[in-house]
């Protein structure tokens, strides 16, 4: 972390809450706050003892005290204002899903690689301490040679029809949501599928409901995903080798413990949680690093790596049939 970085917030829904909080408790700068309306940027600003308030995006990104964006508006407005805050040079940290398609996705790398800018998708499992250590796991060779990956992200969320999680005019639906992580988590574990299978049922407003993927890969090892927005799973995830298995516990894409067994069942590591707030300052460190050390690009999850995953999505929509308003 660098105090030369002065962090500027777009949007204040509670998502953008949920950052500024851990951004201030943590010891990062927020320089600047921006709104549709002046009386939500200065309530957003008031609550995290921000500076400066602004009543439009396009005043927050020319504000000379501002280094690097977080986006935080709903799915379909990402690609707009990230191309907005790259356009007025400033570093951008994009809430997942990256965009709503794979087009606007390169578009936005493509921008940001032009005038030598970050853009990091908002993905924070990826730099939680329990998942650096499970890849740590995976890599000196614990599990075995690693099979399969299973994962879930089931929850029951607001039946309003208007709301951010029904509506298909704001990206709604469990996939891009909530299947994001799931979705991105596989990639990270296994990488690139070779195979996508997906299966859905749609809400009475158009967008899914629950999606089930099974993914492919090389040597026959699988993915098998499942995400809702109207019933609770146990949010869990397991990484199986032939060697062991890795349990991450519930919530697995938030700062939680984990147990390794080996092939006979014996507990061979715990690891135990120590994160004490909700866990999206590492994101903010690692656009904060790359910045820092000249690079836009790190090997955690590249731009190139939310462009793909994307593009996974995309067809996972493709099978199912889910296609957004202006598509």
Not at 87 to 93: I, S
Not at 120 to 149: C, F, K, Q
Not at 177 to 189: K, R
Request: no cysteine.
């Amino acid at each position: 972390m660098t105090e030369t970085i002065g962090w500027g917030i777009l949007g204040t829904g509670g998502i953008a809450h949920a950052f500024a909080s851990d951004l201030r408790d943590n010891g990062f700068h927020i320089a600047a706050v921006g709104s549709r309306t002046q009386e939500s940027a200065d309530a957003f600003a008031s609550t995290y003892d921000i500076a400066s308030a602004h009543a439009s995006y396009e005043a927050l990104v020319a504000d000379p005290t501002v280094t690097a964006i977080y986006v935080s508006t709903p799915h379909p407005f990402h690609a707009d204002n990230a191309k907005l805050a790259l356009t007025a040079g400033k570093h951008v940290l994009l809430e997942k899903p990256f965009t709503i398609n794979a087009v606007e996705a390169r578009e936005v790398v493509e921008l940001a690689e032009s005038r030598g800018l970050v853009v990091l998708e908002a993905m924070w499992t990826r730099w939680l301490p329990h998942m650096l250590r499970v890849r740590e796991v995976i890599a000196a060779g614990t599990l075995g040679e690693v099979r399969s990956v299973i994962a879930d992200h089931d929850q029951k969320a607001s039946t309003d029809p208007e709301g951010r999680m029904l509506n298909p005019a704001l990206g709604g639906g469990a996939l891009l949501d909530l299947g994001i992580y799931p979705v991105s988590f596989a990639w990270d574990i296994l990488g690139k599928p070779g195979t996508i299978h997906a299966i859905s049922t749609p809400t009475s407003t158009g967008v899914d409901r629950q999606t089930a993927m099974v993914f492919g890969y090389g040597e026959g090892k699988q993915a098998l995903l499942h995400t809702s927005l109207d019933s609770r799973g146990p949010n869990k995830a397991v990484v199986i080798g032939t060697e062991g298995r890795i349990e991450i516990e519930s919530v697995w894409y938030t700062p939680t413990n984990f147990t390794v067994f080996n092939s006979d069942d014996e507990v061979t590591e715990r690891f135990e949680n120590t994160v004490t707030s909700r866990g999206m300052q590492y994101q903010a460190w690692e656009l904060e690093r790359l910045v820092a050390e000249g690079q836009t690009s790190g090997s955690i999850l590249s731009p190139a790596e939310s462009v793909q995953i994307m593009e996974t999505l995309d067809t996972v929509r493709s099978q199912i049939g889910l296609v957004y308003p202006g598509e």
